[in-house]
C-alpha cells in the first residue's frame, strides 16, 4: 500500500490543524494505521492509531483529549484532527499501516510509510 500524506503547515498554538493520509494499491481495509511525529534530535514516537475496522483507537498521552485519529473507508483515508495545538507538537508527522493483529505503538511493527508533513507550532 503507498501512503501519502498532506495537511501540515504553520500555526499559532491553540490553534488546529487536521492531516490527511490517503492509501492506495492494497486494500486499505486490511490494515491498521497509525500516525507517528518525529522532530530534529528526537527517536520518532507514536501519535495515534486506528484498527483495521475502524472500531479501535489508541492515542499517546501527551495528546489525549487534543487528537483525534479517524478513517474513512470510502475515501481511503485516515485523518488526524489536532486541536490545541502547542508548541511541543512541532515535528514532522508520518502516516504508517500495519498488518491487521493488536494495535500497536511500535514503528518497527508498521511496514509502509508515508513521506511526512511538517507541523510547526508557534507561541
Known amino acids: 500500500v503507498q501512503l501519502q500524506a498532506s495537511g501540515g503547515g504553520l500555526v499559532q498554538a491553540g490553534g488546529s490543524l487536521r492531516l490527511s493520509c490517503a492509501a492506495s494499491g492494497r486494500t486499505f481495509s486490511n490494515y491498521n494505521m497509525g500516525w507517528f511525529r518525529q522532530s530534529p534530535g528526537k527517536e520518532r514516537e507514536f501519535v495515534a492509531g486506528?484498527?483495521?475496522?475502524?472500531?479501535?483507537?489508541d492515542y499517546a498521552d501527551s495528546v489525549k483529549g487534543r487528537f483525534t485519529i479517524s478513517r474513512d473507508f470510502s475515501k481511503n483515508t485516515v485523518f488526524l484532527q489536532m486541536n490545541t495545538l502547542k508548541p511541543e507538537d512541532t515535528a514532522t508527522y508520518y502516516c504508517?499501516?500495519?498488518?491487521?493483529?493488536?494495535?500497536?505503538?511500535?514503528?518497527?511493527?508498521?511496514?509502509?510509510w508515508g513521506q511526512g508533513t511538517l507541523v510547526t507550532v508557534s507561541s
Open positions: 486506528i484498527s483495521w475496522s475502524g472500531g479501535l483507537t
Open positions: 504508517a499501516a500495519d498488518r491487521p493483529g493488536p494495535l500497536t505503538q511500535i514503528p518497527w511493527r508498521y511496514d509502509h
